[in-house]
């Protein structure tokens, strides 16, 4: 999608895809499958123990693996555990500026967006607002709260007190907990990701793990969306039964699986090299941007690829519409991530350095041309 997408001529940084070559254990695995024809439904019995293995050395922490389901991609988990646990027409709590089919992949479903956006501090950096999440939740009609954590795009990683503040509201509210761990593999240097489910949680507190449900993937961590795969993580036995419950709905793509248990279980040294060119390329991303965009406002990353940049300054009505026909480089539309992202860009900058540099030349050209 990402390179095909637009004209030849338009350097692609929008969509949630890296560059990078695929791992060759996932290859193998792959071609393996392909080579004897294995192309059937899928057996995602052994998910749960290749996540545990990589969930265990990363985080410290190993589901019950009979709490580990496929479903064919994040948001279709999502969207089906809303649909088990929600009546039609209730509310779900959001944090913008957020990934948008949070917006209307919840709206399709029938369910109401409620808003309780992401503090922004006087230095750019983001947090959660315990109190509008609070509010929020008290709502009429709201039965659940959807976490992105880490946070696309602000590329926050969300501290364990940011977290059990989050648990005691929910708690207290009665509501469904879901968080979206899916960039969590992709957690950069000097950030530690913590699952939601591996918190201690407060034992006033621990009967949320009934309503918690986390989803995670090896889709972005090893740049594999298109095989479809991804996990959902049951708090508890109750929980189970309903992801157990919705099955057929959940089915993945058997090579998804595939290549899913092969990332996870020997993937690690690939991924090691991915966070380490990312690193570099956030602080790249910087010393660029002040050199052909200084007006830009820019807080590196803590997790992922994705670098949220503000463009107000520029004084453009649309900045990714000036980019792309002005520069033509492509780049997600800031106010797609809810009405605080607007005069705001997300980058894609999981890719070479030289293309890293091409796309903010080229960016910084575009304003110069329409100045
Ligand atoms: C926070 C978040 N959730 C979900 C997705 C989509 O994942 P999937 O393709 O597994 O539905 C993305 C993709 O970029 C994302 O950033």
Not at 93 to 105: A, E, L, Q, S
Not at 263 to 275: E, K, N
Not at 325 to 341: K, T
Request: charged share 20%; aromatic share 8%.
């Amino acid at each position: 999608m990402k390179w095909t997408r637009y004209p030849a001529d338009v350097l692609p940084a929008w969509v949630a895809e890296m560059d990078f070559d695929l791992a060759e254990p996932i290859k193998d695995a792959v071609r393996e499958a392909i080579g004897i024809g294995d192309c059937g439904y899928p057996n995602a019995l052994g998910l749960g123990d290749a996540y545990g293995a990589f969930a265990g050395e990363r985080f410290g922490w190993i589901p019950d693996p009979r709490h580990v389901f496929a479903t064919p991609d994040v948001m279709t988990g999502i969207v089906e555990v809303i649909h088990e646990v929600t009546p039609h027409g209730s509310g779900i709590v959001i944090n913008p500026p957020v990934y948008p089919p949070f917006f209307y992949r919840l709206q399709m479903s029938g369910r109401r967006v409620v808003e309780a956006p992401l503090r922004r501090d006087a230095g750019g950096r983001y947090h959660l607002d315990p109190a509008a999440v609070d509010a929020a939740l008290a709502g009429d009609g709201v039965a659940a709260y959807l976490l992105c954590s880490p946070h696309n795009p602000t590329g926050r990683v969300w501290s364990p007190d940011d977290l059990a503040a989050v648990a005691e509201i929910c708690a207290r509210r009665g509501v469904f907990l879901l968080v979206d761990e899916i960039h969590a593999p992709l957690a950069l240097p000097g950030a530690t990701h913590v699952p939601f489910l591996s918190l201690d949680l407060d034992p006033a507190v621990w009967e949320l793990r009934r309503r918690t449900f986390t989803f995670t993937s090896a889709s972005k961590g090893w740049n594999i969306p298109g095989l479809k795969c991804g996990l959902a993580v049951a708090g508890h036995d109750e929980d189970a039964r309903v992801l157990a419950k919705r099955w057929e709905a959940l089915l993945a793509s058997h090579i998804g699986v595939v290549a899913t248990e092969a990332a996870f279980r020997q993937g690690g040294p690939w991924l090691d090299a991915v966070l380490g060119q990312l690193d570099e390329n956030r602080g790249l991303l910087a010393k660029l941007l002040a050199s052909h965009l200084p007006g830009v406002g820019y807080v590196p990353p803590e997790a992922s690829f994705l670098a949220w940049l503000d463009c107000r300054d520029l004084g453009l009505a649309d900045p990714a519409g000036t980019f792309l026909d002005a520069g033509r480089v492509a780049l997600s539309p800031g106010g797609d991530f809810g009405e605080q992202g607007r005069a705001f860009v997300r980058l894609n900058m999981g890719t070479s350095p030289a293309l890293l540099e091409e796309i903010v030349r080229r960016m910084g050209a575009a304003v110069q041309s329409v100045s």
